[in-house]
């Protein structure tokens, strides 16, 4: 329930503006985000102005829930709408309350918290996706303990609405004691026996826990007369539980001021600024509805009143005007409205033209049915695409028009779906008016206008003749397809597949911008298609029309495109595609490595016939092909290839498979021969033949990477292939290759893996995909198994990869209070490459109270730092991925955690600030301060033990003068294991003051009969 109070409370804050300043977008155009601002109820923010805000906070209640807003914001603190982060909220009050992180939404997030002890605090928030980004501060905001309000007695016991009155309200703790500390928003209300009233102003502000002013309510309640039943409430935003109430008092209607007009769904609402709530329900047009009027004050209360009133509407259909008299300041009556929309009802007072009437908010009418459609201004023939004045008319069974019908009716014509526009049209007082463009050319087209009742109302027009429009270019129809005169597509249907070399009709029309045949367009046709091969028979246009005779030889998808040849500036059109089976097995089809296989083509191929080594086979490729060289996959022939070189060695005869077989040929001669396929198992069908070229050997290796320059461990390319002398492929050689990393530079070996370093090659090449992890330049060098020569790669540059891991080291390990540490951030990618340029933040854990800062040059570890610091810091990375930070300890001990990130990585290093090394073994001994003023305070000694000792501490001059003696038995304090303290204040054993000098100090342990440790160290004295 307190949830749910709040909630309320803050809603009614946002509205009145008493608390938080909805942010605006799009003041200024923001930059890049930069920093966080952190802003509390009472402030607003201010881009551009030092701090970026205004205002000053409000106090704030213990225990009671408020909003803490977060923005992210540029350098001049305009709010970053596209910033998405995660942010945190800490708060120096460790008490306070807190909700876990959240996302920032349009480059903000509100915060709910409560700080549950009074006192000052501030909050901070951290971004918790970018630590690059700093820590953003609240102003101090203070806690107060409430209990309630109380008013000022209230006097005199009546008053009238609207009139002002004067009081104060105090903030007040559980003993009725005033809260002082309390500066903020009180939310007003006021209370009758009729429900709340509204009270003016209805949030107050109270100073130093008080506010005095003038207040007005604005609902009468006369209910009990003599005691009073209007009270005021007050009560703490967020908080309704903490609230006051005041005495009563009655409250009066003023004067007659208003009539008040209420339709079906509004209600009387006195004293608010309406005046009533809801809105008014639709009505059917002519069915009548009841009103009532009201005389009311200037504030809509109720008075009484014997006037007489009239009632008016905007429908100049409706059954107004209607004259009633008020009894007792009340009238009703019956009103029927006609036209269809929005319409209004206004009263006023007939008797008193000073009282103020009233017009009702818009009531929505509905619209009666038509009987039927007329049309006017339709001629009787026009051309196709040319727009017409026409207005249709929703008509009653006797042709009436119908003034209250404005509903939706939609336009067909008899040429078809899409012929005409527009298609659907809105009636306004039963009548449209419009250009009207028929697109479909015919004799007698009859246009319907049609509504959507059930059954529908029609009006068809008398026939029009349409005629089509001038020829503007050219429509090619295939088989499947049928002409759609008219619209936009002109076509439906879907192309027939034909048959390679076989004959088919396309159809060429001579057509306007609607796809409509144009009868006098005459002339000769241009004819071509994808196919370059397309057999065409010559045509021409007769009557706006032409069958074209066509013959497609390429198998797989084709178009035909026609051009008007006398007419070479009207628009050519290409078909749709359509799909061309191969035709009958004819023949085979030779390639060799070098040659590729092109249907259409006058031989089937193109490219030539790759030299080939004599010591080395390649791969001879058969086809089966119609005789236009289509590919068959369905043949399965026995073929057979014989070649000129008497000494080649050729595979085979073979049986296709999916009507291709590729046969390993080897030659033995050099020179020019010529290898010829031939079909066994239909030797009456033509051979295939092609030249090739024999030449010695020359085996090499050859590779190539298809990157410059990579990331550590991500993959790149490797192209390897062996070759002759003329750079033919020796698909024969299946060898088995060895790939070793080498340093650019110097060829040293890699320092990093190389993954995968072994392959084998498939028909005498390979594309590979490998990788490396080193951050280096490097080249690969080849090898095979077959002793190719080797390749070597031109250079790869290698990068460190993505930051994987963040270490986080200090040193010293520990740090005397007032002091400082060194701290190194290092981060790597996941194969160890430093990363450099990568920027780290430090920042030093919520309640820690040292600093950072960048370490200055020069100084040594553990001395002053000098200045004060942040409590995050930025640092990039150098080449060696290393960031570093200088932790400035407080001046008090401590154990505290530092804290590293970039990106999502982050690590942690922990640390003690101490005046005693931690860290230390046993025979330690230190003193500080040293020296040391003991008119200012003593010295502290402490030493570490590592067992019960019989331990004796004494303090002598540098001449060797005993000036003070301790002992401390084994197992007591000063003597047990562990670390020891003794505080000396600079006087000897006899209490009198040393003088100023150096002291040597000598602590002697001894245990089980023997000296275990033997601890020294100087002392000075400044007096």
């Known amino acids: 329930m307190r949830s749910m109070r709040h909630l309320r409370g803050l809603g009614t804050m946002g509205r009145l503006g008493a608390v938080l300043t909805v942010f605006w977008a799009g003041a200024a155009l923001a930059g890049p985000f930069s920093q966080l601002q952190v802003l509390l109820p009472g402030e607003t923010p201010a881009p551009g102005a030092p701090g970026g805000k205004s205002g000053t906070p409000y106090a704030q209640v213990t225990g009671v829930p408020f909003p803490v807003v977060v923005r992210a914001c540029d350098a001049d603190w305009n709010l970053v709408t596209s910033a998405s982060d995660v942010v945190r909220l800490t708060s120096t009050a460790g008490s306070a309350a807190l909700p876990a992180p959240s996302v920032l939404i349009g480059g903000q997030v509100t915060f709910e918290v409560r700080l549950t002890g009074p006192g000052t605090s501030r909050f901070t928030a951290q971004d918790q996706t970018d630590l690059l980004i700093p820590l953003g501060a609240s102003a101090n905001v203070t806690a107060v303990a409430l209990s309630g309000f109380r008013f000022q007695d209230l006097a005199p016991h009546e008053r009238q609405a609207g009139s002002a009155f004067n009081t104060s309200l105090t903030a007040i703790d559980a003993a009725g004691n005033v809260v002082l500390g309390y500066a903020g928003p009180v939310q007003l209300t006021q209370l009758t026996n009729f429900g709340t009233g509204r009270v003016e102003p209805e949030v107050v502000l109270l100073a130093s826990g008080v506010w005095s002013g003038s207040l007005r309510v604005y609902r009468a309640d006369e209910s009990s007369p003599q005691l009073g039943s209007v009270r005021l ?99 009703q009556g019956s009103v029927a409205l006609a036209t269809t929309g929005g319409q209004t009802l206004t009263a006023w007072d007939l008797d008193d033209a000073l009282v103020q009437s009233m017009v009702t908010p818009p009531i929505a009418v509905t619209a009666a049915a038509a009987s039927h459609f007329r049309f006017a201004g339709l001629p009787g023939s026009l051309t196709a695409g040319q727009p017409v004045t026409v207005t249709i008319r929703a008509v009653d069974a006797l042709g009436s028009t119908i003034p209250t019908f404005d509903g939706d009716a939609f336009l067909t014509a008899t040429t078809g779906p899409g012929t005409i526009w527009p298609e659907s049209v809105s009636f306004v007082s039963g009548v449209w008016t419009g250009e009207l463009t028929l697109r479909g050319a015919a004799a007698g087209v009859v246009v319907t206008c049609q509504d959507y009742a059930t059954p529908p109302h029609l009006g068809p027009t ?37 048959d390679a070399g076989q004959p088919f009709t396309a159809t060429v029309r001579a057509i306007d911008a609607w796809h409509n045949t144009v009868p006098t367009a005459q002339g000769a046709l241009g004819i071509a298609g994808t196919d370059p091969r397309l057999g065409v028979v010559p045509a021409e246009l ?148 092609t030249p090739v070229r024999g030449i010695s050997s020359g085996l090499h290796l050859v590779a190539t990477i298809a990157q410059e320059a990579i990331g550590a461990g991500a993959p ?41 370093a072994t392959f084998q090659l498939l028909q005498g090449q390979r594309t590979v995909n490998l990788s490396y992890t080193c951050a280096e330049d490097i080249v690969l060098e080849l090898v095979d198994d077959a002793g190719s020569t080797p390749a070597v790669t031109g250079a790869l540059r290698v990068l460190p990869g993505a930051p994987a891991t963040i270490t986080l080291q200090g040193s010293p390990g520990w740090v005397r209070p007032g002091r400082w540490v060194d ?24 309640g820690d109270s040292g600093a950072l800062t960048t370490p200055p040059i020069g100084g040594g570890p553990g001395t002053d730092a000098g200045g004060s610091g942040d409590k995050a810091v930025s640092v990039a990375t150098g080449n060696d991925g290393a960031a570093a930070a200088r932790y400035v300890a407080p001046p008090f001990a401590q154990s505290f955690t530092v804290l590293a990130g970039t990106g999502p990585l982050s690590a942690g290093w922990e640390v003690v600030t101490a005046e005693v090394d931690p860290l230390a073994g046993p025979g330690y001994v230190t003193s500080y301060p040293n020296p040391f003023h003991p008119g200012e305070g003593p010295t502290t000694i402490a030493w570490k033990l590592d067992a019960a000792s019989e331990t004796r501490l004494r303090i002598y001059t540098t001449s060797g003068s005993l000036v003070l003696d301790r002992r401390f038995a084994p197992g007591e304090a000063g003597g047990s294991d562990g670390n020891h303290e003794f505080t000396w204040d600079g006087t000897n054993g006899d209490g009198e003051p040393v003088a100023s000098g150096g002291y040597v100090l000598r602590i002697d342990a001894q245990g089980n009969g023997a000296t275990e440790h033997v601890m020294r160290r100087k002392i000075g004295v400044v007096r």
Not at 472 to 497: K, M
Not at 827 to 846: E, I, K, L, R
Request: glycine letters at 10%; proline letters at 10%.
């Open 462 to 498: 008398e026939p029009v003749a349409v005629e089509p429009g001038v020829w503007t270019g050219l429509q090619v129809l295939l088989p499947g397809e049928t002409a759609r005169p008219g619209t936009a597509d002109g076509v439906i249907g879907v192309p027939s597949w034909q």
């Open 542 to 689: 007769v009557d706006g029309s032409a069958a074209v005779t066509v013959t497609p030889y390429l198998a797989g998808e084709q178009r035909v495109s026609a051009t008007a040849l006398p007419q070479p500036h009207l628009e050519a059109d290409t078909s749709a595609p359509f799909d061309v089976q191969p035709g009958p097995y004819a023949r085979l089809l030779l390639t060799l490595p070098g040659q590729e296989s092109q249907p259409g083509a006058p031989d089937g191929r193109v490219g030539t016939a790759g030299e080939q080594s004599i010591t080395y086979a390649f791969t001879a490729t058969v086809r089966a092909t119609d005789a236009w060289f289509n590919p068959l996959p369905g043949a399965g022939d026995a073929v057979q290839l014989a070649c000129s070189d008497p000494t080649a060695v050729i595979e085979g005869p073979s049986l296709l498979t999916l009507g291709r077989a590729d046969l390993s040929v080897r030659l033995g001669t050099g020179g020019w021969h010529l290898l010829t396929a031939a079909n066994l198992t239909q030797p009456a069908m033509p051979s295939s033949s």
């Open 823 to 846: 701290l190194v951030a290092l981060v790597v990618d996941a194969w160890g490459n430093p990363v450099p340029q990568q920027h780290v933040t430090f920042a030093v854990a919520a």
């Open 716 to 756: 790149f390319t490797l192209e390897v292939s062996a070759r002759n002398d003329a750079g033919s492929v020796i698909q024969e050689l299946n060898s088995r290759v060895t790939v070793t990393a080498r340093r650019a530079q110097d060829q040293a070996p890699g320092r990093g893996a190389l993954s995968p």
């Open 233 to 331: 409430h007050a009560h703490l935003p967020g908080d309704p539980g903490r609230s006051g109430t005041g005495d009563a008092f009655v409250v009066h209607p003023g004067p007659l001021a208003r009539v008040q007009l209420l339709v079906p769904g509004m209600s009387a609402a006195p004293g608010s600024v309406a005046g009533f709530t809801g809105a008014p329900a639709s009505q059917a047009a002519t069915a009548p509805f009841d009103v009532a009027i009201r005389a009311t004050d200037l504030w809509w209360n109720p008075v009484p009143s014997t006037h007489r009133v009239r009632i008016v509407s905007s429908d100049s259909w409706a059954t107004t005007p209607l004259d009633l008299v008020l009894a007792g300041g009340l009238a």
